[in-house]
């Protein structure tokens, strides 16, 4: 490859960039290790599909969509044209030009600088160049002589609105390599050069407009940190984006789930729309990519152009003309769906755009027969209306080729109406929807795609997905019992105490549309911790099929989830398509305890009259008489008078004190429940007495077994502080006892297991707590915490408060958990009154949940007074420099843990309370050594 300089020109270097978080000016040096996070476990192969460049087709985006990256491993199939692992930073000077202006980011500081191409390939090549991480991801070449070595993917080029949607005369007329805005005839983003020293690293961003994008690495290597762009990691990352904390806090940190993938030198990576990823780069590396818009994301595109509106990116770093693409986009449609345009060009445009008039009459031939649409096509171009519909007049950025928008728009509300019924199987065709008529298309091809489709789908038949025991269940842990005919068999099989009640997918079943399993991870992948009950995967009832819900195309309605067979559900494309009846649909989602009480209704019949219905179904049923309701009757408080009984002992001189409730009551107080139960059977007026609410404010059942009795009991004392301490205790019992305990303020469950007990919590009948102890629970992960925390899934009649129940909480501990930093994140989010947090014995917690404990937004800030992290052996002296900004933090004990006794002293020195360190515990100086040991 020729290296011969030759002078141009200088042109503008582009000021739009792959990762448009450029824009923020002073952002501090980043105070997490990356290193750290690349030895780290906490992020596995989550989420990529991995498939070959063959399987890479338009039949393949029809059938399942663009929603997961994908990793092909070979460019084989993949019909793209790279230069080979030669090519040089050298080679593209040559052909781009040595005067070339490009933006570089240094990424100590992630701000742009301006250097020429010629500066940037003598600093890349200096075998003595300083230390310094500089990094080239704006260099955008087409139109120069680099454009000709370097295509992307045919299945980029057969989706991309570029190629296909774009006006074609206007990209061809574009004869400048230019990147100024003013001057480009369409958006210039499908062809980048990435250029990378070693240890360059790119945080967390969205492609900007929402943009698909392709890497393939020529030279080095790439390691990419992905996150799905779901609802609530969008919000995460619009909160992290607008807190200015990107330097403090690894945003995967702070996220559900977030995968990590390694692409080498030869391997090709493509990223679906509003995917957040970061790269860093072991190694110097050459990389071409590209960024595309196309049909399968147009809802997502559209949702991060709404995120770039509120995170105010500049224009600069935005998608150019993204609105304009829109309204190109509506025009295609109607084209390619009703054979018209809405372009007002000359008759020798039109002939570049749609041919002559024979062609013309072909196309239209072809509309004679219905074409059907994909849902993500006929939902995106809703979207796109509603998108335009809701911009400002003056943002409109409607083009000057398109006179009339008003019939654009309703020719678009025709195409929906007509095919709001297509079928999404007949959708999948081979070729693409949108193309300029006058490119070739190989009708061969696309008729053995199309009739190959059709016979696999006929050729399909439903089978059952494999089941296996949930080992969760209480027939799951009941112990085998050795005298039935399974125990007694040869060979021995399970017992029938053991039969599972709800059986779960088998772990290695997965999706038929992504190719997952249950936990977004390859099934050949070791080191993932996959409990059978939190797999994601869910079974249709009627095709079937087993997907994760997140994989399905929106078709406007959801699925309905069975709330008896776990994994189970009715799918979208079944419920829009083919729905099931009302009772079988009832049948599967609810149990029907009593069925002779059961009133069938329709599905507008209001419930007052089902009420109704039901009350004289109960009433004839029943052989009691019916009563007229009285009024009811309280009696009053018994108050005692201790003067009258001493005046009654005066004047009688024979009176037994010791029956004396006035006497004998705060008596009674300084005993504990056990005692007091024992005085109730000495005699009736010491029954009497032991009746009294106020010696039951606390009621200790620790290490009890329940029963039917003492749960009435339980509910008739009404305690205060429940303490269930390595009770036994069933999930079931404790799901009836909650709504009961409505004035109960505080409950330990300390060596419970959550799955079977401590899950009952998360109801929208539990009380109001203040105070919770989950110390050494098992099974308490961060998905356990966060199902806690978050909204309950039921609810009741009167409930106008949908939040978390456990909103009030002021004390929580969990020490010697299984929670992480992800946990302590939701406690900061939903728990805004802690006062006391103990997090002791959490061997994953690091310095990265104390971060999130100080963070300047967070509520922990003005709340925190008390934190235990003690035996805490992840936590060192950075997590305690976290903790200056909490205002009210007056008690740390950090025992047994990697803080010093330094990081202590200068904790106490930059705290406005008086406080003293004794030992590794942060006290206040007044406090007793009593209080400390405590």
Known sequence: MSSKKKGGRTKRAARYTEDHHDDEEDIPAQTFDVAQKLRSKDFPRYFIREISGTELSIEYLQRKGFTLPLFIREKTGLHITVPDSSFSISDVRALVGGKRNID??????????????????????????????????????????????????????????????????????????????????????????????????????????????????????KVFWLIPPTDANLKAYEDWTLSGKQSDV??????????????????TLLIPSGWIHAVYTPKDSLVFGGNFLHSFSIEKQLRVAEIEELTKVPNMYRFPFFTEMQWYALDKYVYALLGRSHLQVDHETKLRLFGDKYTQTEVRKQ???HQHVTPQELYGLKAIVMFIHSLPVTRKCLPSLLSDPVSLIKDIRTIIDTHKED???????????????????????????????????????????ERVACKSCENCQVKECGKCSKCTSYPRKMCERRRCENKVLHPSTTCVLCGLDGWYAETSMTLIDRPRETSNLMECSCCREVTHPTCHTDYGVEGQISEITRNSWFCPKCMKFNPPSEEELAAKLRKVEEPEFVVHGKSNQPKSELRAQLADKILAASKKPVKAPQFVYRPPPLEDNVEDVLKKWKDEGSVALINERAVMLPVFQYL?????????????????ISLDPSLWDSLNLTMKKFSSRLLSVTVQKQPVKL?????????????????????????????LDYLATVVSLSTCNTPLLQVLNLSHVSNLTDTSIYKLLSNPKDTRPGLLDKKTRLKNLKKLNVSGTDISDISIRYIIQYLPQITDLNISNCWKLTDAGLAQIGAQDATSVESLSNLDISSCRGITDSGIVHLRRCKNLTR???????????????????????????????????????????
Request: charged content about 30%; aromatic content about 8%.
């Open 892 to 934: 740390v004990n950090a025992t047994h843990s990697q803080v010093s006794s330094e990081a202590l002293e200068s904790f106490v020195a930059n705290s406005e309370h008086k406080l003293k360190v004794y030992g590794h515990i942060v006290d206040r100086r007044n406090s007793s050594r009593k209080s400390i040991r405590k």
């Open 104 to 221: 570089v980011m240094n990424c100590a500081t992630q701000q742009n600088s301006g250097m020429t191409m010629k500066e940037w390939e003598d600093f890349f090549t200096d075998p003595n160049r300083p230390d310094v991480k500089l990094n080239v991801l704006s260099l955008e070449f087409s139109h120069t002589k680099l454009d000709a070595y370097v295509t992307s993917p045919r299945v980029v080029r057969q989706i991309d609105w570029l190629d296909n949607v774009w006006p074609r005369h206007l990209k061809e007329d574009q004869d400048e390599g230019t990147n100024e805005l003013s001057k480009m005839k369409y958006p210039k983003v499908q062809k980048y050069c990435l250029m990378s020293v070693a240890g360059c690293y790119t945080d967390f961003h969205i492609d900007f407009g929402g943009t698909s994008v392709w890497y393939h690495i020529v030279k080095g290597q």
């Open 250 to 267: 690894f945003f995967g940190d702070i996220v559900e789930k977030c995968g990590r993938v390694i692409v080498d030198q030869g391997n």
């Open 423 to 465: 079928d999404p199987s007949l959708a999948v065709t081979g070729r693409p929807l949108l193309y300029w008529t006058g490119l070739k298309q190989d009708k061969s091809a696309v008729l053995k795609a199309k009739n190959k489709a059709r016979r696999d789908l006929k050729d399909e038949k439903p089978e059952i997905a």
């Open 672 to 688: 504990t429940s056990e005692e007091v139960v024992k005085c109730a059977r000495v005699c009736k007026a010491w029954y009497k």
């Open 723 to 751: 303490i269930l301490d390595w009770a036994c205790i069933g999930k079931h019992q404790l799901t009836w006892l909650l709504p009961r305990l409505p004035q109960t303020k505080e409950i330990s469950m300390a060596g």
């Open 367 to 369: 509309l004679e027969e």
